[in-house]
């Protein structure tokens, strides 16, 4: 049964372009929020990222559902009065011009607050409106590359790039929390709020593990698919080429694994194999015994024990299995080129159904 949307009657603002901030926006429109997506004349440039999605973007299927798109020509007086007519009506202000931009048009964002004072504005950069690097471009492989998440992606002999954009998207849900966070104060205080979000300062937190690593000694390496710190963790193929990922996260597991999967319980208590400490200091003796119990089985028999021994593993997918998953929720969303099947947005609410806006035109109401 589908209920009210928890924020209906909120309004938005969004003054953005490619991934994360339409992100955010996205969460907010599919939680009942009026999105009023400011593009200028030429569009958001993540319209022409790709043409996969019935010669739509799929970045921007993906991103912008039920929101609306205005075009305003900021440069113009004109487009800078209906933008603060706008914002004037707006509970909620997103923007990702470059650090300063906003500003420059006359939208400073404490000058906002001082008119409009329950007004949430979320401004989000690259590197921060201070420091040496706020005037740099900064999208989310640059992000990815100079945070150091590149570092310790990928396998030994180079980095890689993670193969989503993961800074972009997690920037966007940081800017959604810090948003929802402020409408909650709000509630209490009548005030509004200034947040201002940096791509680096969200993939630096997201890398305190890595970095607390490195300062205690202990410098993380590309590992591809295996873990730097648990073991066994990583690919083992079968005698039929089928892949498996597997996960041995404690002493308990690795005992049961050792007798149930490898068949031999001994290894189970070997002083060189019985705590998750010793395992990693021996990787490559562990990994060889792991290695060897899976080249004797093919994929059926393999996954069957795995199931009998409780362990955790998974299959190494691609695309076309993910295409076919037993797990993969999808919704259908109207666009200018006709329905689109994509995955379905993670929470589930129960007993409160919940249907999603079209994409919108450029310039253009929903269709």
Same mark, same amino acid.
């Given at each position: @049964?589908?209920?009210?949307?928890?924020?209906?009657?909120?309004?938005?603002?969004?003054?953005?372009?490619?991934?994360?901030?339409?992100?955010?926006?996205? #969460?907010?429109?599919?939680?009942?929020?009026?999105?009023?997506?400011?593009?200028?004349?030429?569009?958001?440039?993540?319209?022409?990222?790709?043409?996969?999605?019935?010669?739509?973007?799929?970045?921007?299927?993906?991103?912008?559902?039920?929101?609306?798109?205005?075009?305003?020509?900021?440069?113009?007086?004109?487009?800078?009065?209906?933008?603060?007519?706008?914002?004037?009506?707006?509970?909620?202000?997103?923007?990702?011009?470059?650090?300063?931009?906003?500003? #420059?048009?006359?939208?400073?964002?404490?000058?906002?607050?001082?008119?409009?004072?329950?007004?949430?504005?979320?401004?989000?950069?690259?590197?921060?409106?201070?420091?040496?690097?706020?005037? #740099?471009?900064?999208?989310?492989?640059?992000?990815?590359?100079?945070?150091?998440?590149?570092?310790?992606?990928?396998?030994?002999?180079?980095?890689?790039?993670?193969?989503?954009?993961?800074?972009?998207?997690?920037?966007?849900?940081?800017?959604?929390?810090?948003?929802?966070?402020?409408?909650?104060?709000?509630?209490?205080?009548?005030?509004?709020?200034?947040?201002?979000?940096? @791509?680096?300062?969200?993939?630096?937190?997201?890398?305190?593990?890595?970095?607390?690593?490195?300062?205690?000694?202990?410098?993380?390496?590309?590992?591809?698919?295996?873990?730097?710190?648990?073991?066994?963790?990583?690919?083992?193929?079968?005698?039929?080429?089928?892949?498996?990922?597997?996960?041995?996260?404690?002493? #308990?597991?690795?005992?049961?694994?050792?007798?149930?999967?490898?068949?031999?319980?001994?290894?189970?208590?070997?002083?060189?194999?019985?705590?998750?400490?010793?395992?990693?200091?021996?990787?490559?003796?562990?990994?060889?015994?792991?290695?060897?119990?899976?080249?004797?089985?093919?994929?059926?028999?393999?996954?069957?024990?795995?199931?009998?021994?409780?362990?955790?593993?998974?299959?190494?997918?691609?695309?076309?299995?993910?295409?076919?998953?037993?797990?993969?929720?999808?919704?259908?969303?109207?666009?200018?080129?006709?329905?689109?099947?994509?995955?379905?947005?993670?929470?589930?609410?129960?007993?409160?159904?919940?249907?999603?806006?079209?994409?919108?035109?450029?310039?253009?109401?929903?269709?």
């Amino acid at each position: @049964m589908e209920t009210a949307l928890p924020l209906a009657g909120l309004s938005v603002v969004a003054i953005e372009q490619a991934v994360a901030a339409p992100f955010c926006t996205s #969460r907010l429109a599919d939680a009942g929020a009026l999105v009023v997506k400011i593009e200028r004349p030429e569009g958001d440039f993540a319209r022409g990222y790709d043409d996969v999605a019935n010669g739509l973007s799929s970045y921007f299927v993906w991103l912008n559902r039920g929101k609306t798109s205005v075009v305003l020509d900021l440069a113009t007086d004109e487009g800078k009065a209906e933008l603060a007519r706008r914002i004037a009506g707006a509970d909620v202000v997103v923007q990702n011009l470059k650090p300063g931009a906003f500003a #420059r048009l006359g939208f400073a964002p404490e000058q906002l607050l001082a008119k409009h004072p329950r007004l949430i504005i979320c401004s989000i950069s690259g590197y921060g409106e201070t420091g040496p690097m706020a005037d #740099r471009k900064a999208y989310d492989l640059l992000i990815q590359a100079e945070s150091g998440l590149s570092s310790i992606t990928g396998g030994p002999d180079m980095p890689a790039r993670v193969g989503i954009s993961l800074v972009d998207i997690a920037t966007g849900a940081t800017a959604q929390t810090a948003i929802l966070e402020a409408l909650l104060a709000r509630n209490s205080t009548g005030c509004g709020a200034d947040i201002r979000i940096s @791509m680096f300062d969200v993939m630096a937190d997201w890398l305190t593990v890595p970095l607390l690593a490195h300062e205690g000694g202990k410098t993380p390496t590309r590992a591809g698919l295996s873990h730097p710190s648990i073991a066994p963790y990583g690919v083992f193929e079968t005698q039929d080429g089928g892949q498996w990922l597997v996960s041995i996260q404690s002493d #308990r597991e690795w005992r049961r694994f050792a007798a149930d999967f490898i068949g031999d319980a001994r290894l189970g208590d070997h002083p060189d194999f019985k705590t998750n400490v010793v395992r990693v200091a021996n990787r490559k003796e562990t990994d060889a015994l792991v290695a060897a119990a899976f080249a004797g089985m093919t994929t059926s028999q393999a996954e069957a024990r795995l199931l009998a021994a409780d362990a955790a593993f998974a299959k190494v997918n691609d695309m076309a299995a993910l295409a076919k998953h037993a797990h993969l929720r999808r919704i259908t969303i109207d666009t200018p080129a006709g329905p689109i099947t994509m995955p379905a947005p993670a929470p589930i609410t129960v007993g409160s159904a919940r249907s999603y806006g079209p994409v919108p035109p450029l310039g253009g109401s929903p269709v």
